[in-house]
């Protein structure tokens, strides 16, 4: 254990040295206060705070260290030279344990350079396998190709058999010539590289490809020839055909004039065939027309005696509608426009007639049908689009069309019958958007050729329909009441007929020639209302005539077409005359003095109210007396003398209504100066007792 005083000597001797060092550096700029840091954290020490305390001599206690000090190390070589064999012995191991080291360090050092060489060649190994596995993906890709190009080279047994000896409706036989048709353009293709192995197989192939063009070629006009075969549904060849679409790709890759041979022998048997059918068809479809039709005698002006047989009342034929009647006819356009068509020999049987409208949709019906059929098999079988395929159909159908046009164009120069070319002309127009609805957009030329045909006709007609209104005379019709006229109902039905069909496809110059025919049967309404002596019947007679046509044609039209508008106005206008007409005849004194006095007052001119003053008195008491009567005669009269229950209805109600008014207006006269204070005024009705009268002819419904 150490001693203190030990300690306190080493702490001593520490700062006898610093202050040897401080005092000796002679510097002059030293600082006292380091000094006395020092001396304080020496004296803080634990061994010399002991020290002091104890009183020890540090003199005393400095040499007593010098002398423990100096035995210690003199004790120290003692025992060393007593462990002096041990130490050599020590060194001797050492020396031994370093000849050991160094063998195994070079033998270290022998397996690095073993190691070395072998990483070397590992590398050589992994170079060499890096190689190996090239050479190997390589072999393989040559084996694949090479492999593939063997199979496509070869021609199998298989395949000759199935190309000579199996039929060509067979799967086997399609499949087949899928495979010869690879095969052929495989083999083209390697002559062009000049790959020899192609020489050895090209004959075969040659050979092949010859036979199966020679049996498809027998195929397919075995085929076209079973459409020559009467009563055949060719429908079904044709289906049989599309499943072999194949052949005829076949034969336009691989020999063109057989394919042009195929091609025109169908065109050829098929125009046949449609035009035959269609000839037939036509003839034996007109044979059930109406035998009798309109002729250039048979116009909207011209009087019912002049051609009794066919504007009588009387049907002169079974299920026959009028020219100027659309009545059931426009089912064509609707129900019947996709039905089915016409067959003449049951028609015949059930001795049917049809309008010429009925036949023309079942013509062309059967047309679009068997166009789109037709067109959309040779666009897929014989691979054609755009206008390739429409000059194909062209070559198929030519005749048939032009046939058509023939007819059509004979027709359309004897027709005097409008209805049924306004339908024919809308009937083309449907048919047209239902040809592109079914992506059979070929026939729109004929369409067109048609419309140039039909509407100058219709147009002509109309033309001549117009003339005819304006050169009627009153005077050549006979007698003439105030009923509806029958040249009217004849407008009024055509024109609700034409505007009604004109609404989904309008035509501008169709509807300016329904414009100058409206003017002239207003004016020739006019003519025959002119006839009668009296106003109150040519009013009777405007309004009904107005009333009848513009019912018919609201019926048949929508509410807000320029033909019924026009016809409202005149109506309204007319029946607001005939209303004044027919109170004038029973209150025509009281009216006539609230109209006076009405303008007197709006003047201010006094005088002349006091002159009317005289009036009032037969005036009040004349109302009093007949005005009960009055309302019955109008009431009887108006029902009487309009055709229409529900027109006169509302004239009648227009008519109490009006008189009701003057008769408030009147009261309201009399309670004006200068005659207020009249005592006649007393015996006013009331106009609540007015009312309720007029109530009691109020309609039901």
């Not at 120290?76 to 000849?99: G, P, T, V």
């Not at 020679?214 to 044709?238: A, G, H, S, V």
């Not at 005097?416 to 239902?434: E, G, P, Q, S, T």
């Not at 009296?534 to 405007?542: K, S, V």
Request: hydrophobic share 40%; aromatic share 10%; glycine share 2%.
């Amino acid at each position: 254990m150490t001693s203190p005083f030990e300690d306190t000597d080493e702490i001593l001797a520490d700062d006898a040295l610093h202050q040897e060092t401080d005092f000796t550096s002679g510097s002059d700029d030293y600082l006292l206060d380091e000094i006395d840091v020092y001396i304080q954290a020496n004296l803080e020490d634990e061994i010399v705070k002991e020290a002091l305390k104890t009183g020890v001599d540090l003199r005393h206690y400095s040499k007593t260290v010098e002398v423990e000090l100096l035995e210690v190390e003199n004790a120290s070589i003692l025992d060393y030279i007593r462990e002096s064999k041990n130490i050599a012995s020590l060194h001797a191991q050492i020396a031994s344990c370093d000849q050991v080291l160094q063998v195994m360090e070079e033998m270290l050092n022998g397996f690095q350079s073993n190691l070395k060489s072998i990483s070397s060649e590992i590398q050589t190994l992994q170079q060499q396998s890096v190689m190996m596995s090239q050479r190997l993906r390589n072999r393989q890709a040559i084996r694949g190709e090479l492999s593939q190009f063997v199979d496509e080279m070869v021609v199998p047994e298989a395949m000759i058999n199935h190309i000579l000896e199996t039929p060509v409706t067979e799967r086997e036989f399609l499949e087949q010539l899928h495979e010869l048709n690879h095969k052929i353009n495989f083999v083209k293709e390697q002559s062009f590289k000049e790959a020899r192995s192609s020489q050895d197989v090209k004959d075969v192939v040659e050979k092949l490809k010859f036979k199966a063009l020679e049996k498809i070629r027998d195929f397919l006009l075995q085929k076209i020839y079973q459409f020559r075969k009467p009563m055949t549904n060719y429908q079904i060849p044709q289906n049989a055909m599309l499943k072999f679409r194949f052949f005829n790709e076949f034969l336009m890759t691989h020999e063109r004039h057989v394919a042009k041979e195929i091609r025109d022998e169908y065109v050829e048997t098929m125009s046949k065939i449609y035009y035959s059918y269609f000839k037939s068809y036509s003839n034996r479809l007109m044979k059930l027309q109406y035998d009798e039709t309109p002729d250039k005698d048979d116009l909207m002006g011209v009087e019912d005696t002049a051609k009794r047989s066919f504007f009588s009342a009387k049907p002169s034929l079974k299920s026959r509608s009028t020219i100027f009647t659309l009545g059931n006819r426009g089912s064509v356009l609707t129900t019947d426009l996709e039905g089915p068509i016409i067959v003449p020999h049951a028609a015949q049987k059930g001795e049917q007639k049809y309008p010429y409208e009925a036949l023309f949709r079942s013509l062309h019906f059967a047309l679009v049908d068997n166009g789109c059929r037709e067109y959309l098999f040779v666009s897929d079988f014989f691979i054609v689009t755009g206008s390739a395929a429409l000059d194909f159909f062209n070559q198929i159908f030519g005749k048939t069309m032009a046939m058509f046009i023939k007819q059509m164009d004979v027709y359309t120069s004897e027709c005097y019958d409008a209805i049924a070319l306004f339908l024919c002309i809308h009937i083309i127009h449907r048919y047209k958007v239902v040809m592109h609805k079914r992506m059979a957009p070929v026939l729109d030329r004929y369409w067109d050729t048609l419309l140039e045909m039909f509407y100058p006709r219709f147009e002509h007609l109309l033309q001549m329909n117009i003339q005819s209104i304006r050169d009627c005379e009153p005077q050549r019709l006979g007698h003439i009441d105030v009923r509806p006229h029958y040249i009217t109902r004849r407008y009024a039905e055509f024109s609700a007929a034409v505007v009604g069909l004109n609404e989904s496809f309008s035509n501008e110059r169709v509807n300016d020639l329904l414009s100058q025919l409206q003017n002239e049967v207003e004016n020739f309404i006019l003519r025959m209302a002119a006839e009668f002596p009296q106003r109150r019947e040519q009013l009777i007679f405007l309004i009904n005539n107005y009333d009848m046509m513009l019912t018919v044609i609201v019926e048949r039209t929508t509410d807000n077409c320029k033909e019924s508008e026009s016809f409202k106005e005149l109506l309204n206008a007319r029946s607001q005359e005939f209303i004044e007409e027919i109170l004038q005849n029973h209150f025509g004194g009281l009216i006539a003095f609230v109209k006076e006095c009405e303008g007197a007052l709006d003047q201010g001119n006094a005088e002349r109210m006091k002159s009317e003053e005289r009036k009032i008195v037969p005036l009040v008491r004349g109302f009093n007396n007949d005005w009960k009567k009055a309302i019955e005669i109008i009431n009887q009269d108006t029902m009487r003398s309009f055709t229409n229950f529900k027109n006169g209805t509302q004239i009648l109600q227009g008519a109490l209504t009006q008189l009701i008014q003057y008769y408030h207006r009147f009261h309201k006269v009399l309670s004006q100066k200068p005659f207020a204070n009249l005592p006649i005024r007393s015996e006013l009705i009331n106009i609540h007792n007015v009312m309720v009268e007029v109530k009691k002819h109020k309609p039901n419904f």
